[in-house]
């Protein structure tokens, strides 16, 4: 079955950094888009980057030159490199794909910016 491990989140300052990731299992990791997406308290879910089955990167304009979304198809693995963090990008991250008929949702990893 699919399973989305995400991991990496913690306290920064602003202006820090982070590196989170998404341990994939249950699919072929390479053919799949992945999505990061963000859910800060009281507000609506936002889709913050996704990277296709070819590599191609497309992110939200609110991170766009301090986030980088990659992948390592060896490991199975999704990451989000957050740089020059701000208060606003505090958030349960998640990482997500989308199957036939259903999206698959990780636990989350939470970041916070204080």
């Known amino acids: 079955h699919v399973q989305l491990v995400e991991s990496g989140g913690g306290l920064v300052q602003p202006g820090g950094s982070l590196r989170l990731s998404c341990a994939a299992s249950g699919f072929i990791f390479s053919s799949y888009w992945m999505y990061w997406v963000r859910q800060a308290p009281g507000k609506e879910r936002e889709g913050v980057a996704v990277i296709d089955s070819d590599g191609s990167t497309t992110y939200a304009d609110s991170v766009k030159g301090r986030f980088t979304i990659s992948q390592d198809n060896a490991k199975n693995t999704l990451y989000l490199q957050l740089t020059n963090l701000k208060t606003e990008d505090t958030a349960m991250y998640y990482c997500?794909?989308?199957?036939?008929?259903?999206?698959?949702w990780g636990q989350g990893t939470q970041v916070t910016v204080s």
């Open positions: 997500a794909t989308l199957g036939r008929s259903t999206a698959y």
